[in-house]
C-alpha cells in the first residue's frame, strides 16, 4: 500500500492499510483516496436469514483500544444504497458501519448497521442533502458512538451501543454499491487517533 495514503495519521500512529475485497483506487491530489466499489457489492446480513454479503472493498486498519475515527466523505449516489461507508469489525458475526448513503426513499441519509450474532439490523437516520459530510466512530472500551457532522469538528449523535469485540478491530473505509453497476467513492479526509472520548454520546 502507497505510503502517502497514511498522511492523514500521526507518525506516532501510523500503520499498515490492509484490504479485505480488494479494489482499485485513486489517491486524491489533496490528499484522500478515491476507491472504485464493483457492481452489486456489500455489507449486509439480512435480519430475516434469508442473504448475507461480505463482498465491498474493505480498506482498514488493525486497531487496539480506545480510538477515534473520522472520514469526509463524498458518494455519488447513483443508484439507492450507494453509500461511503466507515466500518468496524471483528468478523462476518459481529460488525457495523456507519454510511452516508443513498436511500431506498429517494433521500441522501445517514444510516447505521450493527451486525451481532451474524444478523443486521438497519436504521435510516437523518436526511442530509449536501453533497459531502463528516463521519466518525468512537470507541470507549465496548462502547461505540457513531457521528455525523458539517465540518469534522461539530457533531450529531447517530447511534450510541455496545459490541462485544475483542481490544484489536479492524477499522477503515468501505465504499458500497448493493443493486448498481459499480462507482467511485471519495473519501477526502481519513484519519485514526489512538485516544479516549470523555463523552461517547457527544463525540468528543
Excluded at 442473504?51 to 449516489?77: C, I, N, R, T, W
Excluded at 456507519?98 to 437523518?126: K, M, P, R, W
Amino acid at each position: 500500500m502507497d505510503k502517502n495514503l497514511l498522511l492523514q495519521l500521526t507518525e506516532e500512529n501510523r500503520g499498515s492499510f490492509e484490504w479485505m475485497n480488494e479494489s482499485s483506487y485513486t489517491l486524491l491530489p489533496e490528499g484522500g483516496i478515491r476507491i472504485y466499489a464493483p457492481a452489486e457489492t456489500d455489507f449486509f446480513s439480512n435480519p430475516d436469514g434469508t442473504s448475507k454479503q461480505e463482498s465491498a472493498p474493505f480498506l482498514y486498519l488493525s486497531v487496539k483500544g480506545d480510538f477515534v475515527m473520522k472520514a469526509h466523505v463524498s458518494p455519488p449516489f447513483k443508484n439507492k444504497w450507494d453509500a461511503a461507508v466507515l466500518m468496524i469489525r471483528e468478523d462476518s458475526d459481529r460488525w457495523a458501519k456507519l454510511c452516508f448513503e443513498g436511500s431506498d426513499f429517494g433521500t441522501q441519509a445517514i444510516v447505521s448497521v450493527v451486525t451481532d450474532n451474524g444478523l443486521s439490523d438497519d436504521a435510516n437516520g437523518v436526511n442530509y442533502h449536501w453533497p459531502s459530510v463528516w463521519l466518525q466512530i468512537v470507541r470507549k472500551g465496548n462502547l461505540f458512538g457513531m457521528h455525523y457532522g458539517p465540518d469534522g469538528k461539530t457533531w450529531n449523535m447517530v447511534r450510541y451501543f455496545t459490541l462485544d469485540v475483542p481490544e484489536t478491530i479492524q477499522a477503515g473505509m468501505e465504499a458500497q454499491c448493493p443493486v448498481g453497476q459499480g462507482l467511485d467513492v471519495d473519501f477526502m479526509h481519513f484519519s485514526m487517533e489512538h485516544r479516549t472520548v470523555d463523552d461517547v454520546r457527544a463525540g468528543v
